[in-house]
T-cell receptor, first 115, second 112 residues
């Protein structure tokens, strides 16, 4: 079956511009996560959505970062006024929730480069 | 705050040799995951360990979990070049979002 998909796969933007990254989770998965992977910081949690509950935003590094999830499915991560330190690979994962393992399935990622 | 430490961070080994990667974590958790990442690729799930004493094996890789010691190991038997990748352990933070806290990864290079 289809896995987690993300778009675009690569994004180059100028410092100060806004970007939107998209994630399509596995159908039926109610939990959705965003992580960031960078050389300096490794893999970091950003934000989590579960059903209709309020998202856990505890990992967002600044108020320039926001995310929404529409209709319990597709999610968009928005970074406003991008900075060079935002350059990283942004990974989305989804989970069926409620299962014994809570296993998270990762998408291919979006590589963001801020010039 | 949950912390996850992996060692070694870099591992170069010869084909046919055995080695173990260690993953320590700082607070109680009953769920530990091992992922593999090839260069430029996303994370591929290898093992999910759910209870103390859990052991899982797939091919030349075997993972175990000791929740009392807060330690997981990933053992490589008779390494082959195709195992070259970066291996991450991750611990489930539980109690809410179940977000994963990752170790820094172990970059494994298997030389012919």
């Amino acid at each position: 079956g289809a896995g987690v998909s993300q778009s675009p796969s690569n994004k180059v933007t100028e410092k100060g511009k806004d970007v939107e990254l998209r994630c399509d989770p596995i159908s039926g998965h109610t939990a959705l996560y965003w992580y960031r992977q960078s050389l300096g910081q490794g893999l970091e949690f950003l934000i989590y959505f579960q059903g209709n509950s309020a998202p856990d935003k505890s990992g967002l590094p600044s108020d320039r970062f926001s995310a929404e999830r529409t209709g319990g499915s597709v999610s968009t991560l928005t970074i406003q006024r991008t900075q060079q330190e935002d350059s990283a690979v942004y990974l989305c994962a989804s989970s069926p929730w409620g299962g014994a393992s809570y296993e998270q399935y990762f998408g291919p990622g979006t590589r963001l480069t801020v010039t | 705050e949950l912390k996850v430490e992996q060692n070694p961070l870099f591992l170069s080994m010869q084909e046919g040799k055995n080695y173990t990667i260690y993953c320590n974590y700082s607070t109680t958790s009953d769920r530990l995951y091992w992922y593999r990442q090839d260069p430029g690729k996303s994370l591929e799930s290898l093992f999910v360990l759910l209870s103390n004493g859990a052991v899982k094996q797939e091919g030349r890789l075997m993972a175990s979990l000791d929740t009392k010691a807060r330690l997981s190991t990933l053992h490589i038997t008779a390494a082959v070049h195709d195992l070259s990748a970066t291996y991450f352990c991750a611990v489930d933070s539980q109690g809410g979002s179940e977000k994963l806290v990752f170790g820094k990864g172990t970059k494994l290079t298997v030389n012919p």
